[in-house]
């Protein structure tokens, strides 16, 4: 079963503090559906221009990544140019380029419409409803969203809610978004906006998930270095998609959510060893393995 993915994509510049890199294959449905294709197949639905290197579409496709859903215009590729400070967390944007992206409405081709599982990577949340327009009832929709839109596009997001099973979104967002300083009331807050579960992401310090009586906090993995920080957020989500699309059976459960959770932050923890989506290219079963175990060992304790 695929699991459908929308989102940007992108040629991305990054810049940390030891390092820069132009034009790297970015964007958050690249980011989300090359994590996502770690557990399940992906119909991709995204636009880029006739620049578009042919080497990205052929890893991509190499991934189990149907490109069918992906639309090729004449004219540039979104860009976004970034710069992260010493402490790799915090960034800025340096540069956005719309190019293709400025007019893109996301179509979906015949067979996509009846995809149970749902990733609406970050996007303008008006584009992320469009997608739903097309579709017959999802089993699940996963939302992820970005400060930019809570600041420019509130009630658009807010009516999305409505139609999500799932929000992913950061400590610093869910805070802007709620007006709460406490993550346990934003939680709770967005739960009541619409979705069933809420994922809070704390960077370096892990995740929270919310259910409705249920509560999980996902640690994250002690990385000695960091690279490139940048689409993290977006291949944890896709993981997380993946993983419940490969293991559907039944009901979507608080369980099944929270092994998603953690091979979310597995996927995310290797995507920041390297730049743009280097280090997913190498990554194996094994290692994904190997750090789920690692996870699970570093929460445990012994009953008293
Ligand atoms: P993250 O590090 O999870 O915030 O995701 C970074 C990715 O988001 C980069 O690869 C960018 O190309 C992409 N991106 C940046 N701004 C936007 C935007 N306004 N809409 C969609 N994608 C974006």
Redesign the pocket.
């Known amino acids: 079963m695929s699991v459908l993915i929308v989102?940007?994509i992108?040629l991305?510049t990054v810049k940390t503090p030891v390092e820069e890199h132009a034009d790297l294959l970015?964007?958050?449905a690249s980011?989300s559906a090359v994590g996502a294709s770690f557990f399940s197949p992906v119909n991709l639905v995204g636009v880029v221009g006739d620049d578009f290197p042919k080497e990205h579409i052929e890893y991509l496709k190499s991934r189990r990544i149907d490109l069918d859903g992906l639309q090729i215009v004449p004219g540039k590729t979104?860009r976004?140019s970034g710069e992260y400070m010493w402490d790799l967390n915090t960034r800025e944007?340096r540069s956005?380029e719309l190019n293709v992206f400025e007019h893109f409405t996301p179509t979906l081709p015949a067979n996509y419409a009846n995809a149970p599982y749902v990733l609406l990577a970050?996007?303008a949340p008006k584009l992320q409803s469009h997608v739903l327009d097309q579709m017959s009832r999802p089993k699940f929709v996963i939302a992820d969203t970005?400060d930019?839109w809570i600041s420019i596009a509130k009630e658009d997001l807010t009516a999305l809610l409505k139609r999500v099973d799932m929000l992913i979104l950061n400590d610093g967002e869910a805070r802007q978004f709620t007006g709460e300083t406490s993550l346990i009331k934003a939680g709770a807050k967005i739960r009541s906006l619409g979705p069933k579960y809420v994922a809070i992401k704390k960077g370096e310090h892990g995740c929270l998930l919310f259910g409705e009586k249920e509560f999980f906090s996902c640690g994250a993995y002690p990385l000695e270095d960091i690279h490139d920080?940048?689409?993290?957020?977006?291949t944890f989500a896709g993981g997380l998609a993946g993983y419940l699309s490969a293991n559907d059976n039944g009901p979507v459960s608080f369980e099944t959510l929270r092994r998603a959770v953690v091979y979310g932050s597995v996927l995310a923890s290797y995507n920041v060893e390297a730049f743009s989506l280097e280090r997913l290219r190498t990554l194996t079963q094994s290692d994904i393995d190997a750090r789920y175990g690692a996870f699970r060992t570093m929460s445990q304790f012994e009953l008293i």
Do not use: E, Q, R
């Open positions: 989102g940007s992108a991305d970015g964007g958050s980011y979104f976004w944007t956005v970050n996007i970005m930019l920080p940048t689409g993290a957020g977006d």
